[in-house]
């Protein structure tokens, strides 16, 4: 499932932005090692997978930074305890203050709309301004004898890659950059003169680096998958659905689609009073196709002239196979007088069908009933009866004509 296109994606621009020298090589870099770990879907499921889930991410994401602002209230506390009222204490908290503005605004914007792209933004940004902050703290307002906070800081980290959901480099960045951030405070300010709290430093940032990756990756990869499966089980149950209301041959709507369609559109119609019209049409002589020419004539020319009628006619117009040779065309929003201009010119353009098909299809007419709907019709039943007794006229009157049924 890896990205299509070469457009870089959210968290590649942010690492275009980083490091702008070589960003060919960078680029393909960060997708290889992205596909490697955390494949996406391709650019529109991905598009839609991100939309489903944005609403549950974005509540769990105000939830973490909630967390996190109870933990800064609490930390104020410690200001007091380490700093002892001394003059780094109104700096602390003017840092706490705003860490907590940030995450307060950060809280209220995902309260709002946003697509995935502002959330991924705007999270990226929170944690780079949370991070900033608490390493500023850490690297010149405590002593630097001061190591009693990592505790705290890996937990910080582990939230950056499993909590909050958002793309791979999203999560990855801020985590490793606060994690390179500490690993210069600790080695370049801080004074440890005890190997085994170094060993236990380097040691718990790279574990809680890698388990957060590792999880992380293994968690968002099985939640596109599930998008991915759920995806495929609903087009699959449209194509199912789909197939059950075609005719196989000819691509149009089968007798029980067709009138599960013109049902619904005579309720419209029954709502709004807007005209509706209705043709059923009859390829004339058709037994005499398959006499003559043989049965795969026959199913050409009505392939044939399913697929004119399937070309010209309105999205929301319906066309149904409603038998052998028997098809039914339902107009909405068109009244008698029109319908039966529209059936003249199809008629017209049959007779010409078998010159433009491939392979060749027999020439062939077409007889047309047409009838629209009446303030009297209770079911669109009514509507079909009386275009078919029009239809019968037409046959009767010499076939290759269009009959109208005026009334009830």
Not at 322 to 347: H, N, Q, S, W, Y
């Given at each position: ?54 609403h549950s991410d974005a ?217 509706l019209s209705l043709f ?129």
């Amino acid at each position: 499932m890896p990205v299509k296109g070469n457009m870089p994606v959210e968290g590649e621009k942010i690492l275009l932005l980083l490091t702008p020298g070589d960003d060919c090589k960078l680029l393909a870099l960060a997708r290889k090692i992205e596909n490697r770990l955390e494949p996406r879907l391709d650019e529109r499921l991905e598009r839609a997978y991100r939309t489903r889930y944005l609403h549950s991410d974005a509540l769990i994401a105000k939830l973490l930074a909630a967390f996190w602002v109870a933990i800064n209230l609490f930390f104020v506390y410690v200001d007091f305890l380490v700093l002892d009222g001394g003059p780094l204490l109104p700096q602390s908290l003017a840092v706490r203050g705003i860490l907590l503005v940030a995450i307060t605004a950060y809280v209220v914007r995902l309260g709002r709309s946003v697509s995935p792209a502002q959330y991924d933004r705007l999270t990226f940004l929170m944690w780079l301004v949370a991070a900033a902050c608490i390493l500023f703290l850490q690297a010149f307002l405590r002593p630097p004898t001061y190591i009693n906070y990592y505790t705290v800081d890996i937990l910080l980290i582990m939230s950056i890659y499993v909590v909050v959901p958002g793309t791979f480099w999203n999560r990855v960045i801020p985590a490793l950059l606060y994690t390179a951030g500490h690993f210069a405070i600790f080695f370049l300010i801080k004074i440890v003169d005890q190997p085994a709290i170094v060993l236990i430093f380097v040691a718990s940032f790279l574990i809680v680096n890698i388990i957060g990756l590792y999880f992380s990756a293994r968690y968002y990869t099985s939640r596109r998958r599930e998008y991915l499966g759920r995806h495929q089980d609903a087009v699959t149950r449209d194509k199912l659905a789909e197939l059950a209301t075609r005719d196989e041959l000819t691509g149009a709507l089968n007798r029980r689609g067709f009138f599960r369609r013109a049902e619904e559109e005579f309720a419209v119609r029954a709502l709004d009073d807007s005209p509706l019209s209705l043709f059923v049409i009859d390829i004339d002589h058709f037994k005499a196709i398959n006499d003559t020419f043989g049965h795969h004539a026959g199913d050409d020319a009505l392939k044939t002239f399913s697929a004119h009628i399937l070309d010209i006619i309105r999205e929301r117009d319906s066309f149904g196979r409603t038998g052998g040779e028997e098809f039914a065309l339902l107009l909405p929003r068109t009244d008698g007088e029109k319908a039966v201009t529209i059936a003249e010119r199809l008629r017209g353009q049959c007779g010409r069908l078998f010159e433009q098909s491939t392979p060749p299809a027999p020439a062939f007419t077409v007889s047309i009933g047409v009838a629209q709907a009446q303030p009297g019709d209770k079911t669109v039943y009514d509507l079909y009866r009386r275009a078919d007794k029009a239809l019968y006229q037409a046959k009767n009157g010499g076939r290759n004509q269009v009959s109208f049924s005026a009334g009830q």
